[in-house]
């Protein structure tokens, strides 16, 4: 099995800045891409950045400019420094991992539990 442990997140002020940060762990093959989903209340969960195990990104619309995402394969850890972080970035932030466990002979959709960033105004 593959577990994936998030943190960071919090509460801060319009314009600030905040880090997360998702380490896989677990009997693991391969890690493919790796990625940032985020839900706000009433809102279906959307991407938000996502980068392949080559380091290739990418970034949904709202947070270009914004958002990085960055990973470091030996410590098997994907990040996201979010800068000028706007209210309407509020969400629960979810950690998404494709990787092949030992148990598998090919990629595996895995998710963080999700951590809750606060923007306030």
């Known amino acids: 099995q593959v577990q994936l442990v998030e943190s960071g997140g919090g509460l801060v002020q319009a314009g600030g800045s905040l880090g997360l940060s998702c380490a896989a762990s677990?009997?693991?093959?391969?890690?493919?891409?790796m990625g940032w989903y985020r839900q706000a209340p009433g809102k279906q969960r959307e991407l938000v950045a996502r980068?392949?195990?080559?380091?290739?990104?990418n970034y949904a619309d709202a947070v270009k400019g914004r958002f990085t995402i960055s990973r470091d394969n030996a410590r098997n850890t994907v990040y996201l420094q979010m800068d000028s972080l706007k209210p309407e970035d509020t969400a629960v932030y979810y950690c998404?991992?494709?990787?092949?466990?030992?148990?598998?002979?090919?990629?595996?959709?895995?998710w963080g539990e999700g951590t809750l960033v606060t923007v306030s105004s």
């Open positions: 998404h991992v494709i990787a092949t466990p030992y148990t598998a002979d090919y990629g595996m959709d895995y």
């Open positions: 677990g009997r693991i093959i391969h890690i493919g891409a």
């Open positions: 980068i392949t195990s080559g380091g290739n990104a």
